[in-house]
């Protein structure tokens, strides 16, 4: 078993729309959890990260966080263009960083 | 400010040769982490070396080493390389370790290895 999941893309959404990505984890011992955005040929950028459980939110992102479950997910809001990249979860344990494979989001304009 | 810095960009190597990856902390980083990405995967942990000292190291082979110099600069070396080795490697840094000192990656360096 992978230690971070995401859910299989690729994810298309029309412009305006939300973008739904998913993730879980399988180390309960995780304390914190990570969106990376990683434009191809890039480097993962932050775009957010959460700590406690229930919603983060920031900007046109939210972040949910349910450590019961095991569950978090990204909300992107208003799709842009430019939104269109691979999303990455990670989980933080242990002094590193467990990524998940990445969910790639392409917004239709 | 400037950000994670790794050199060089791109770099290619031939199997069995040794390979030297530099990398730069944001300034006041103390913490330097690497990982490497191949295509289509996330991520995955290679070291981490906080104050010069390496705190974690994660599931790969003897031929990957690293250090992290006074000035929190870090190297990364690999030996004897493989084609499997082609990826890109990322340097990232934070300003402490812990769960809630989130990682700022470089641009990374694109390894091929023929």
Not at chain 1, 47 to 58: A, H, L, R, V
Not at chain 2, 53 to 68: C, I, K, L, M, V
Request: charged share 15%.
């Amino acid at each position: 078993q992978k230690e971070v999941e995401q859910n299989s893309g690729p994810l298309s959404v029309p412009e305006g729309a939300i973008a739904s990505l998913n993730c879980t984890y399988s180390d309960r011992g995780s304390q914190s959890f990570f969106w990376y955005r990683q434009y191809s040929g890039k480097s993962p950028e932050l775009i957010m990260s959460i700590y406690s459980n229930g919603d983060k939110e920031d900007g046109r992102f939210t972040a949910q966080l349910n450590k019961a479950s095991q569950y978090v997910s990204l909300l992107i809001r208003d799709s842009q263009p430019s939104d269109s990249a691979t999303y990455l979860c990670a989980a933080y344990n242990d002094y590193k960083l467990s990524f998940g494979a990445g969910t790639t989001v392409t917004v239709r304009a | 400010d400037a950000g994670v810095t790794q050199s060089p960009t791109h770099l290619i190597k031939t199997r069995g040769q040794h390979v030297t990856l530099r990398c730069s902390p944001i300034s006041g980083h103390k913490s330097v982490s690497w990982y490497q990405q191949v295509l289509g995967q996330g991520p995955q942990f290679i070291f981490q070396y906080y104050e010069k000292e390496e705190r974690g190291r994660g599931n790969f082979p003897d031929r990957f080493s690293a250090r992290q110099f006074p000035n929190y600069s870090s190297e990364l070396n690999v030996n004897a390389l493989l084609l499997g080795d082609s990826a890109l490697y990322l340097c990232a840094s934070s300003s402490r370790t812990g769960y809630n000192s989130p990682l700022h990656f470089g641009n990374g360096t694109r390894l091929t290895v023929t």
